[in-house]
């Protein structure tokens, strides 16, 4: 018990060290994506090359019998070349490397790589993509649906994808195609499919409220195969509302020290409908609940879970009932009640490209009101984006 207040004691330091130099906070996950694409700022033809790089450190204390602790420590680096035909369309190639640090079972090589193929159509509201999606956590969902570190284990999501946006709806549905298979192949097809719809319902001067849909579900099985393995179909849900009080709208200039309080409730769901059941419980449901706080330095989110027999394939270990720890003593906690602390923090790098480079602090500490146990996470990460225009041509 000591070792756990020694490093909760240590990250509450380097998070009250930082605090200084933290002055560009963003309350939402941003700083990880890439800047807007070029192809849909100009109408010529153009040829790009895109630079992404992603470096994680991500340090997991958990001491529960639901979730591991552990270290993720390492580097993404993307590198694609691109073909814009005009504002509308955009083909794209190129290739993912990844290296986790300390990883020498591997001879020093790459932990991944892989090909990187992107079709994408973008027209007035619609937006259409085949290959490599626009995925992780651009998908807006909440953490007890997606996992926050698939960021880092699963960067790529390969499918296809159909986006809509407009001043009131936006939509996002996918398809990501996990696992193929192939006649007599020894594994399963796997594949997940996903929504994230949120509508407006109040817009004004300073306020704004909406109603998001959240839906996915992932698929194991296939009939060309040899594992006769029971059919896998698991389906998760949430349905909430999202309210956003804003201190200053984007037409006034920014003087207020806070930039905004939002509150979000959800209802959260859990239904087993494969062919023999994979957990103890075969539904559940979850409430989940958060108030955050952004200022122009800092942001907090404090957040409430209480889960009775939910757990989703996709979504954050920690939301679960159903044990996720390597030991095989595993034990299920059929209720999950939680609070939640974030403190949310990136800060830009002066360089020339001034949006380039960003770094990431991010802390979670957890407490188990059923078990009283407290557990911790914390977060360092740095991400490099940029386009160069190789060629451009005359219409």
Do not use: C
């Not at 100009?42 to 602790?69: C, H, M, P, T, V």
């Not at 706080?293 to 996709?314: E, I, V």
């Amino acid at each position: 018990m000591k070792s756990i207040y020694f490093k909760l004691f240590f990250s509450s330091f380097v998070i009250l060290s930082l605090y200084p130099f933290l002055g560009f906070a963003q309350l939402d996950n941003t700083s990880f994506y890439p800047k807007k694409e070029q192809y849909f700022l100009s109408n010529q033809r153009q040829i790009n090359l895109e630079i992404d790089y992603f470096g994680f450190f991500r340090n997991r204390e958990f001491f529960e019998n639901i979730a591991d602790g552990y270290t993720l420590f390492g580097s993404h680096f993307l590198s694609k070349l691109s073909y814009s035909a005009d504002s509308t369309l955009k083909i794209s190639a190129g290739v993912f490397l990844r290296k986790d640090f300390g990883s020498g079972n591997n001879n020093g090589n790459f932990n991944q790589i892989q090909p990187y193929f992107q079709f994408s159509y973008k027209k007035n509201k619609h937006h259409f993509i085949l290959g490599n999606l626009e995925g992780n956590l651009k998908h807006s969902l909440i953490e007890p649906l997606f996992n926050f570190e698939n960021i880092i284990n699963r960067r790529l999501e390969n499918g296809f994808q159909y986006k809509f946006l407009s001043k009131n709806t936006s939509l996002d549905t996918w398809v990501d195609w996990v696992t193929m298979i192939y006649p007599y192949s020894d594994f399963d097809e796997e594949l997940n499919v996903g929504l994230s719809l949120e509508r407006n319902i109040k817009t004004s001067k300073n306020w704004k409220s909406t109603i998001p849909l959240q839906l996915t579900a992932i698929h194991k099985g296939g009939q060309i195969n040899t594992t006769k393995t029971p059919l896998i179909t698991i389906f998760n849900a949430a349905i909430g509302n999202k309210t956003t009080y804003y201190f200053q709208n984007d037409n006034e200039e920014n003087n207020s020290y806070l930039k905004y309080i939002r509150t979000q409730l959800y209802g959260v769901f859990f239904i087993d409908n494969s062919s023999v059941a994979n957990f103890d419980f075969e539904n559940g449901m979850g409430i989940y609940a958060n108030l955050e706080f952004a200022t122009k330095k800092h942001q907090l989110m404090f957040s409430y879970w209480r889960g009775k027999d939910f757990t989703a394939p996709l979504g954050g270990d920690i939301y679960s009932s159903a044990s996720r720890i390597f030991a095989q003593n595993s034990k299920d906690e059929s209720i999950r009640n939680l609070l939640i602390l974030r403190i949310l923090t990136n800060f830009s790098i002066p360089n020339l490209a001034k949006d380039d480079a960003k770094i990431v602090f991010r802390a979670t500490p957890y407490y188990n009101l059923e078990t009283n146990e407290l557990n911790f996470s914390t977060g360092l990460y740095a991400t490099f984006n940029t386009q160069f225009l190789l060629k451009s041509f005359k219409n």
